[in-house]
T-cell receptor, first 110, second 115 residues
Framework: GESVGLHLPTLSVQEGDNSIINCAYSNSASDYFIWYKQESGKGPQFIIDIRSNMDKRQGQRVTVLLNKTVKHLSLQIAATQPGDSAVYFCAENYGQNFVFGPGTRLSVLP | DAGVIQSPRHEVTEMGQEVTLRCKPISGHNSLFWYRQTMMRGLELLIYFNNNVPIDDSGMPEDRFSAKMPNASFSTLKIQPSEPRDSAVYFC?????????????FGPGTRLTVL
């Protein structure tokens, strides 16, 4: 029979616009969260992290927002560039374990 | 620092053969993780070690898979016998457990194709 692949949500944005990528996590006990970027043919690369005692953290062109009430995490990328095209994963950490979300593919349009 | 090193980068083998994937974590890190990534299932944790001791291997698919960490600077993931459904990209990651932040650093992955 025909196999069904993992269909990644895709976000297409115009170069220069802001991107918002969302993630729902599963465990209310998770206390640390990371966003990873994975480019084609490479391993996931750390972008930004946030602890559960915070609701917002900013980096260079990136901001992570955490809403523990609804177990939601978002990654905002300002002035999206072609080099931002990749798959973005959120990961939640409890204990020593990390659980990764399915990922979102970001496509930057010229 | 060279980062996490994995070898080989690509492996093509025939069904039934033994496959050994290798990983050298970042020096000083005390935790090591093996992941598998496929289109079907995304990124899955197979097993992780802390101070060379396997802590959780519940993600290992079946007895054909085994992992070892004989010392702090080397780990192997072995598949015997290999099957076509094992075809995937296998990532190794390491981290320092005990710091305030537990970021995992990933290697470049080994792309395994089982014919």
């Amino acid at each position: 029979g025909e196999s069904v692949g993992l269909h990644l949500p895709t976000l297409s944005v115009q170069e220069g616009d802001n991107s918002i990528i969302n993630c729902a996590y599963s465990n209310s006990a998770s206390d640390y969260f990371i966003w990873y970027k994975q480019e084609s043919g490479k391993g996931p690369q750390f972008i930004i992290d946030i602890r559960s005692n915070m609701d917002k953290r900013q980096g260079q062109r990136v901001t992570v927002l955490l809403n523990k009430t609804v177990k939601h995490l978002s990654l905002q990328i300002a002035a999206t560039q072609p080099g931002d095209s990749a798959v973005y994963f959120c990961a939640e950490n409890y204990g020593q374990n990390f659980v990764f979300g399915p990922g979102t593919r970001l496509s930057v349009l010229p | 620092d060279a980062g996490v090193i994995q070898s080989p980068r690509h492996e093509v083998t025939e069904m039934g053969q033994e496959v050994t994937l290798r990983c050298k974590p970042i020096s000083g890190h005390n935790s090591l993780f093996w992941y598998r990534q496929t289109m079907m299932r995304g990124l899955e944790l197979l097993i992780y070690f802390n101070n060379n001791v396997p802590i959780d291997d519940s993600g290992m698919p079946e007895d054909r898979f085994s992992a070892k960490m004989p010392n702090a600077s080397f780990s192997t993931l072995k598949i015997q016998p290999s099957e076509p459904r094992d075809s995937a990209v296998y990532f190794c990651a390491s981290s320092f457990w005990g710091s305030s932040y537990n970021e995992q650093f990933f290697g470049p992955g080994t792309r395994l194709t089982v014919l």
